[in-house]
């Protein structure tokens, strides 16, 4: 599982904090199951908290079952909170993937757009270099849930802004700190940047597993970053020059001054600040 983890091919923080219950539950509660997990990615909160509440748990399998079961509640709930701030016939702009393939069900940002689907609702997917999280998988969720879906580039996002297409911006979170600053997909903190220049709504969804009241703010979250070969092409398949150097953060901070609401399963905080956040514990 902790392999599962840090190769990606279980993504997303929600599902990640659910895998890692469940490969606790395979190691049968054993140190280095922990050890092991624990390591696995750096960013996402939610890996955390599930491995400290299966710490406790004296029924792990009950424990990884109820982590579970809670993802797929408080998701439906801020789902059907997000979709009260969706307008009818919306242009929906994400980010990375968010659906169901990201949680243990239904979706956080994503989520809000499947709860909004009645409103006729579209999405305009960013396909999110270099893992192209919304090419592969946000399109494909939209297509097969029968929601208008537009894919475009990363750096396609500010001209459509800038020509009116798009009416909200939705992503997700990996870990949002106690001031409100939010951890998620490299090129979150540009789509904000470039949302509040063309005055457009920018929220996050996130349950409350990816709240870190410990985390004062953005700066002291740990960015993962990941292996050149992510950026240098695809599998087998090379486009760079061999012999160039690569950055690869896998996430960047949005500060919570850039940031319309938060939606969680308890309601929406607007205009999200320590205070706010900490209204909710």
């Known amino acids: 599982v902790a392999k599962a983890i840090r190769d990606m091919v279980v993504r997303g923080a929600p599902a990640i904090g659910c895998a890692a219950a469940f490969g606790v539950v395979l190691g049968k509660g054993a140190p280095k199951a922990y050890d092991a997990l624990r390591k696995s990615r750096p960013t996402a909160v939610n890996l955390f908290w599930a491995l400290a509440r299966m710490k406790k748990a004296r029924d792990l399998e009950a424990e990884a079952r109820a982590i579970y079961e809670e993802d797929v509640a408080a998701n439906r709930a801020l789902g059907e909170r997000g979709a009260e701030l969706i307008p009818a016939g919306a242009r929906v702009m994400t980010h990375c993937n968010t659906g169901a393939l990201a949680t243990a069900g239904h979706g956080t940002a994503l989520g809000v757009v499947r709860s909004a689907k009645g409103k006729k609702v579209s999405v305009i997917a960013c396909e999110t270099r270099p893992y192209l999280q919304g090419a592969r998988l946000t399109a494909w969720e939209c ?3 029968g929601i208008p879906c537009t894919l475009i580039t990363d750096s396609m996002a500010g001209h459509l ?5 798009v009416d909200v911006v939705i992503v997700g979170a990996d870990r949002i700190a106690a ?4 951890a998620n997909k490299i090129g979150t903190y540009s789509l904000a940047v470039m949302a509040k220049r063309h005055g457009i709504p920018f929220y996050v969804a ?11 703010d953005g700066s002291h979250i740990t ?8 950026v240098l092409g695809y599998r087998k398949l090379r486009w760079a020059p061999k012999g160039v150097q690569v950055r690869n953060p896998a996430f960047d901070v949005t500060p919570a001054e850039l940031i319309t609401g938060i939606i969680c399963e308890k309601g929406v905080i607007l205009q999200p600040n320590r205070e706010r956040l900490a209204a909710l514990r």
């Open 143 to 145: 297509l097969q849930e």
């Open 161 to 165: 802004m800038s020509c009116g297409d």
């Open 206 to 216: 996130a349950p409350l597993s990816s709240f870190d009241p410990q985390i004062p």
């Open 223 to 230: 960015i993962e970053e990941r292996p050149a070969d992510e």
């Open 179 to 182: 001031n409100g600053d939010v």
